[in-house]
């Protein structure tokens, strides 16, 4: 099988190595958080349900970079122009489900520790069938040339075609840059700004608040940065290798997420451990209101 443009085997093997090491992490770390839920009966609460959703949404997309990762040792994509299609769909459900339940994450957060309300399983279930049923429908409209989907530069995954600046593409991203982008962010500024203050005025920080604001722009930021570009200026001119880079870094927010928002989370924390080590739980005590 020939190369792709601007590649070279080493290329294909160091690009291969870094997809299936942070895919083979990010699934295992968001794994043990999925049986981890279904495992210990504690953590069965309405506010983990989120956090378990956000999970299973990340060990998807870790499924799609170990998928590129398969065909980079292949020397080339083996599935045709359809597996690419669907490829690169399901990476999109996967993506846009994981941002928008980070987002729903910060805001259980702060009625979590501002507010105090209590959270219910109606309202949890809502909300994620709501986000996994919109992730879905976006992530569709590709399917029906509302945007394309296409190859990556190495021609090992696939993604929405950002080389094709028309109207169609334009006014899709801009559509997923509104929903899935400003409005996450100014959701998590909010949420840990006001958990921010909270902290201070008790003199207790139980953990980084500005941290996972941080991991979304750091993981996703290049590559959101490069395809808004793209409606504007034709983006080939940057180079292969760097235009394959940023679809890899942003493939290890699962990674972070597993680490912040499952290992680090003092409410999940516990039964994760007992699920790993067998140990009991210790649960922080907070006094909920109705909500």
């Known amino acids: 099988m020939a190369l792709p443009e601007g590649f070279d085997e080493f290329d294909m093997f160091a690009f291969g190595t870094a997809l299936l090491v942070g ?7 968001n794994a043990a958080s999925v049986l981890a839920f279904l495992r210990v009966k504690e953590l069965q609460t309405p506010n983990n349900f989120l956090v378990f959703n956000l999970a299973l949404a990340d060990m998807s997309l870790t499924l799609n970079a170990l998928t590129a990762a ?18 690169a769909f399901q990476g999109m459900i996967s993506v846009l489900a994981s941002i928008s339940f980070m987002a729903c994450v910060a805001w259980d957060r702060y009625h979590q520790y501002c507010t105090r309300q209590k959270f219910f399983w109606s309202t949890a279930m809502f909300m994620s069938a709501v986000i996994w049923g919109l992730s879905i429908f976006w992530a569709a409209l590709p399917l029906y040339g509302y945007g394309v989907y296409d190859f990556e530069p190495m021609k090992v995954c696939c993604t929405l075609d950002y080389t094709k ?7 899709y991203l801009t559509s997923l840059v509104v929903i899935y982008l400003m409005f996450p962010t100014i959701t998590l500024l909010t949420s840990y700004q006001a958990i921010h203050k909270h902290f201070k005025k ?29 409606c504007f200026d034709n983006v ?15 493939k290890t927010n699962p990674i972070f997420n597993a680490l912040i928002y499952s290992f680090g989370n003092e409410f999940y924390r516990p039964g994760l451990w007992n699920f790993l080590t067998g140990e009991k739980i210790v649960e922080p005590v907070i006094k909920l209101k109705g909500r």
């Open 23 to 29: 895919g083979a992490l990010g699934f295992l770390l």
């Open 70 to 87: 398969y065909a980079s040792y292949l020397r080339g994509w083996p599935w045709g122009q359809l597996g690419c299609t669907y490829h």
């Open 165 to 171: 600046n028309d109207s169609n593409y334009t006014n």
């Open 202 to 230: 008790l003199h207790n920080h139980r953990f980084n608040t500005s941290l996972p604001l941080r991991v979304l722009f750091m993981c996703w930021g290049p590559y959101i940065i490069l395809c808004v570009y793209a």
């Open 236 to 250: 080939t001119f940057i180079s292969p290798k760097l235009r394959m880079v940023l679809p890899v870094l942003a």
